[in-house]
């Protein structure tokens, strides 16, 4: 499996920005799509935005309207721009290729993720 590498992680005061990005040599060859998760030690992994083969883009919930999932072919990257930054969004962000549960799914492993800490 292909190792996804995310950046961007940083820190940032409540209201502030950030842009992830995600890169997965190869997965737009493949025709698979991106998405984003992201986990607080000691809880779970929660989905948080994908971007699919055709375009088209999902978030959950916390983050519409806040956050922007968009992708550059050429150079096989995913980005996750983040506005207005809120503390509940702190946590390790991780890519991984999708839709879930598809042959894409499977097809790259979980990166070592980039931290994000929204603090005043």
């Known amino acids: 499996q292909v190792q996804p590498e995310e950046s961007g992680g940083g820190l940032v005061q409540p209201g502030g920005s950030l842009r992830l990005s995600c890169t997965a040599p190869?997965?737009?060859?493949?025709?698979?799509?991106m998405d984003w998760y992201r986990q607080v030690p000691g809880e779970q992994r929660y989905w948080v935005s994908s971007i699919y083969t055709d375009g088209s883009t999902t978030y959950t919930d916390s983050v519409k309207g806040r956050f922007t999932i968009s992708e550059d072919e050429a150079k096989d990257t995913v980005y996750l721009q983040m506005n207005s930054l809120k503390p509940e969004d702190t946590a390790m962000y991780y890519c991984?290729?999708?839709?879930?549960?598809?042959?894409?799914?499977?097809?790259?492993?979980w990166g070592q993720g980039t931290q994000v800490t929204v603090s005043s």
């Open positions: 991984k290729t999708g839709p879930r549960g598809t042959w894409c799914d499977g097809w790259s492993d």
């Open positions: 190869g997965f737009t060859s493949n025709r698979c799509g």
